[in-house]
């Protein structure tokens, strides 16, 4: 099998998987008091978010570019009761960020709710707003989704990406565990989840040039797929992606035949709800890394040659 025939069908059995399991991103009607209202929300923002990839990136064939339609109607219309469940969530949890991380991707996508949309404004204007205190990558990510949006972001993005772990370009071998998902979530800010590359910084571009082989080596061997799928998603994002060709088969035979992808090591087993919250984000990732790859690699192809 070619890589690009590879990739390809790493992000096809993903996307046929959570088209399979949809009903898995339930909301809760009566959600634990201790977990928030809007605990089950952010996994549908990032479903929006990887859909919006697809289909910007124009390689998905009509199959998979009809089940991501699919996937966004029933998420926004059927579990998000066509926005109104958002709303409902910022009445409750008025501080929180998430509706708005939530909604901005189904707005890029033309799903509105134009009283959701007044009360994210009021809210942003909010001093408390401003002052919630979050981990530098979040503060980064609030300040993209809030120009996105169209407010002035609480903080500039400059200002957001100085603090982060990445912008200070640390030693390479101490970025492991949740450090190394400040870092990806890094890159996804500043790129705009990969549409914009020239968004990384130079030294930042080439701080990650320089080492993400080495890390994809190490989470390979580890077999932390979930945490794999994110940095081949960085590579994606590079001004010159690697397409690391290792690190792809060994992602693509992490793989389950129905298209599942596993956190870590194997496949969990279990209730069939639980499983789906262990899986859903690697799988998610799966589609996600695939679609930049074959954008990138397909952009190769076509690319004329050197005179």
């Known amino acids: 099998m070619s890589g690009i025939q590879q990739i390809h069908d790493v992000g096809a059995k993903a996307l046929g998987w959570l088209h399979e399991h949809r009903d898995g991103f339930r909301l809760e009607d009566d959600p634990d008091p ?45 579990l998000l009761d066509s926005g109104e469940r958002l709303l409902t969530g910022q009445r409750h949890e008025p501080l929180s960020p998430i509706p708005l991380e939530v909604y901005v991707p ?39 989704i809030e120009r996105r949006f169209g407010v002035e972001p609480n903080t500039p993005e400059t200002a957001a990406l100085a603090h982060t772990w990445l912008a200070r370009r640390p030693e390479p071998w101490t970025v492991e565990g ?8 890094t890159v996804f800010h500043l790129t705009d989840w990969g549409e914009k590359p020239a968004g990384l910084p130079v030294d930042v571009a080439d701080y990650l040039a320089l080492w993400l082989p080495a890390w994809l080596d190490d989470w390979l061997d580890l077999g932390r797929w979930d945490l794999l799928g994110e940095l081949l998603v960085v590579d994606a994002c590079l001004p010159e992606p690697t397409l690391d060709a290792a690190a792809w088969q060994g992602f693509a035979q992490a793989q389950q035949p129905d298209g599942a992808m596993p956190v870590a090591g194997d496949m969990p087993e279990g209730d069939e709800e639980e499983v789906f919250d262990l899986v859903y984000h690697p799988t998610l990732v799966a589609a996600f890394a695939s679609a930049l790859a074959l954008s990138r690699a397909l952009s190769d192809l076509t690319s004329p040659a050197p005179a």
């Open 178 to 185: 949740h450090i190394a998902y400040d870092v990806t979530h």
């Open 34 to 78: 201790e977990t928030g209202y809007l605990d089950r929300f952010k996994p549908l923002g990032e479903l929006a978010l990887i859909c919006k990839v697809i289909f910007r990136e124009g390689v998905a064939g009509s199959q998979q570019s009809a089940l991501s339609h699919q996937l966004l109607d029933h998420a926004w219309h059927r």
């Open 106 to 144: 189904f707005r890029e996508l033309g799903f509105r709710h134009p009283e959701l949309e007044v009360a994210l404004r009021l809210n942003h204007r909010l001093s408390s707003s401003a002052a919630l205190e979050v981990l530098p990558v979040r503060r980064l990510g609030l300040s993209a």
